[in-house]
């Protein structure tokens, strides 16, 4: 007998038990799907780089765990599988994290037996032991003390990345590796399959099932094999309507339907006839699909690796994509709800602490994905600036799009919008100068009718006097006080460079100008020039300013992060000493409590607070004056109020694309109806606007 590495319970002294409120979370694009559990109405979502979601099948509402976040210890999620006690175990890049919905216990190689940190596959026995495949470090088992780890050198397992693992109805293990094909260990005997002792196809095997016969399905590199034991049968593009032979997720359902996950689509097999389903004949977002999970009621989560996540119901698909459309993030607004509206390469996405919504082209009139500005009105409409699309006007219904053939606009690249007080709107361009709108009227200054130094703009900003500060590409900063122009460069003040990225004003009504020559403070008479030599400015490149209610200054920068500073003190905040997700930070505000909401160049957005992040939700209907029955509706939704509501209540429905579905005005009624009969199965986000009031909740419509 090989020997076999032996670990004992004394190294689960070191092991880290976290339960608190974070500091810091981030949010990222989840569209790259690896891994799905299924726990009741909850899914649970592990992905490439943007960590867990917890998802609410009901209402669509998602919970992110991420390192920064949470007891995470990496944000790449390979496997999730979860124990008779409803604990989580989360296989990572960095270690496995145990999680019992409050305390997060990580096993990592530094704290236990785990012979390294990247963990692919989890599978429990009957006994409750977890067995463990790792990248490269072989298969470990853990039975909760101690831990077991067999690899090439002590065992017969033939190769040391275990990417899957199932347990058959005898105990057996059965291994699929990278290489070396796979192996069944029944505790003593390990029994290899390979390309050159079996019909396995390949030796790259991905996944293994077994279905109520105790066959064994594996998929490979080179289609699906089925071993009952004796037998294989291999079938692949040539001899059967598999899509792709890459198959990476193999599962059974109840009715010992195979499904495999495809580099070409999702493809079921019944034991004699295969439908594949792709995006040219289904509600499937992405061809490449990378897992599969199916729950008690027979749903099949599919997770795709570049579009996300999607539930099919064998008649329905329902997409479940309620996170940031893109990690490139160019700004972020706050309207009076405390709703973060997120600027991102890929459209404007709205947070209110629990859900994600998200408007794009498709769904709404944006009328271009790349969305670089948000501004918000006292009305509360938003303002959106685009590269490409021009301006776009959202009251919470309707779209009115600005362009250069419909309106004054000088230009569809817009790079800011800000809004005075007597609600004009500013609009920076990329190429044609500055342009006021007031409602009616246009008003486009540039260098050939004004004082304006430079037809690119890059930031705005209002001060208190309400004079407007343009930030250009190369000709410094110019104030306008509605009549008169003063222009400040390097010239003719202490702007230490031309090019202003960002404007700032404290409390005191000091200008802080962001450059890539530094920071500038201007008091209106004297420049303090803050730089990477004098100061603890982390790097020269300011693109952000934020000023919270203490008058610290958060500055963040290009390449190193950011910095806060309170008038005598630095510090400094990057990816190596802090949560923060990207070091190259496009924009930053601050919250009515005090969180820092920073928008990264392409790792998505992060919040912080030292005392703790606060995420305010927005108001459920229960906790109103608004009752809301049934949830889930099939015919109708009852919509009540305590009293009758003698101003009018707006009563709108959306899907989860952000698309109008429903819509009506009451006034003097206590019970509002509204025939959902048109409607097809799914989440829905209902909104209750009063004169005071705006409401928001998931709706479920569910025909049985």
């Not at 390309?195 to 490979?220: E, F, R, V």
């Not at 004082?451 to 890059?458: E, H, K, L, S, T």
């Not at 200008?511 to 420049?527: K, M, Q, R, V, Y």
Request: hydrophobic fraction near 35%.
């Amino acid at each position: 007998m090989k020997k076999i590495y032996f670990y004992l319970a004394v190294m689960l002294l070191n092991l880290s038990l976290t339960a608190q409120v974070p500091e810091w979370n981030t949010y990222s694009n989840c569209d790259k799907i690896c891994a799905i559990a299924t726990e009741g109405d909850f899914i649970w979502v592990g992905t490439e780089a943007a960590g867990l979601v917890k998802i609410n099948s009901l209402t669509g509402e998602t919970v992110f765990f991420t390192k920064s976040g949470s007891g995470l210890p990496g944000n790449n999620v390979n496997i999730i599988t979860i124990d008779k006690d409803q604990n989580k175990w989360i296989g990572t890049d960095a270690g496995i994290a145990k999680f019992d919905g409050t305390n997060w216990t990580v096993y990592n190689t530094s704290n236990s037996g785990l012979p390294v940190n990247d963990v692919y596959s989890i599978d429990i026995d009957n006994n409750q032991n977890k067995w463990i495949g790792t990248y490269q470090g072989g298969l470990a088992e853990f039975d909760g003390i101690n831990w077991t780890v067999y690899d090439t050198v002590n065992s017969d397992l033939p190769d040391n990345s275990v990417l899957s693992i199932a347990i058959d109805s005898d105990q057996n293990k059965w291994i699929s590796t990278f290489g070396g094909g796979i192996v069944k260990f029944d505790g003593t005997t390990w029994t290899v399959y390979n390309t050159g002792n079996s019909g396995l196809p390949a030796d790259y095997t991905y996944s293994i099932s077994c279905d109520n016969n105790q066959n064994k399905w594996i998929g490979t590199s080179n289609g699906i094999a089925k071993f009952d034991g004796i037998n294989w049968t291999v079938y692949n593009t040539s001899n059967s309507d598999l899509p792709d032979n890459h198959v990476y997720s193999v599962i059974i359902d109840d009715n010992q339907n195979v499904w495999a996950a495809t580099n070409n689509g999702l493809a079921k097999f019944d034991g004699t006839n295969w439908t594949v389903y792709t995006t040219s004949n289904s509600g499937i977002l992405d061809n490449n699909v990378y897992t599969i999970s199916i729950d008690n009621s027979q749903n099949k989560w599919i997770g795709t690796y570049e579009k996300g996540l999607v539930k099919f119901d064998d008649t329905d698909w329902l997409e479940y994509n309620s996170w940031l459309p893109d990690n490139a993030v160019f700004s972020i607004s706050i309207d009076n709800s405390q709703n973060k509206w997120v600027g991102t390469l890929s459209g404007l996405a709205v947070f209110d602490g629990a859900h994600w919504s998200v408007f794009d082209t498709i769904n709404s009139g944006l009328p271009d994905n790349a969305v670089r500005a948000v501004a918000i009105g006292n009305n509360q409409n938003k303002w959106i600036g685009t590269l490409g699309g021009g301006l776009a006007e959202f009251d919470g219904n309707n779209w009115t799009v600005y362009t250069k053939t419909n309106s004054g606009m000088p230009s569809n690249n817009v790079n800011y919008v800000a809004i005075d007080n007597s609600q004009n709107k500013w609009i920076g361009t990329t190429d044609a100068g500055l342009s006021k709108f007031d409602g009616t009227t246009w008003t486009v200054y540039n260098t050939s009718n004004s004082g304006m130094p430079d037809n690119v703009v890059r930031s705005l900003a209002i001060d208190s006097d309400q004079n407007i500060w343009i930030g250009t590409n190369n000709g410094g900063v110019a104030k306008f006080d509605g009549t008169n122009w003063t222009v400040y460069k390097t010239t003719n003040s202490g702007l230490p460079n031309n090019r202003i990225y960002s404007i700032a004003f404290d409390n005191n009504n000091h200008i802080w100008i962001g450059t890539p020559g530094g920071l500038s403070e201007f008091d209106g008479t004297n420049w303090t020039v803050y730089n990477t030599s004098n100061s603890g400015l982390p790097s020269n490149y300011i693109f952000a300013i934020a000023i919270d209610k203490d008058q610290n200054k958060w500055i963040g920068t290009w390449y190193s992060g950011f910095a806060k500073f309170d008038g005598t003190n630095w510090t400094v905040f990057n990816k190596s000493n802090s949560a923060l997700p990207g070091d190259d930070i496009n924009s930053m505000i601050i919250d009515n409590n005090q969180n820092l909401w920073i928008a990264t160049y392409d790792a998505g957005i992060a919040g912080y607070n030292q005392g703790g992040l606060i995420l305010n939700k927005n108001p459920e209907i229960s906790n109103s004056r608004f009752q809301l029955y049934p949830n889930p509706a099939s015919e109708k939704i009852l919509v009540k109020t305590e009293n009758n509501y003698s101003k009018e209540i707006q009563v709108t429905l959306y899907n989860l694309s952000g698309q109008q579905v429903l819509s009506g005005n009451f006034k003097n009624q206590n019970r509002i109806e509204l025939d959902v009969r048109t409607l097809v199965n799914g989440i829905y986000l209902m909104k209750i606007k009063t004169d005071n009031e705006v409401v928001l909740k998931k709706i479920v419509i569910q025909k049985y």
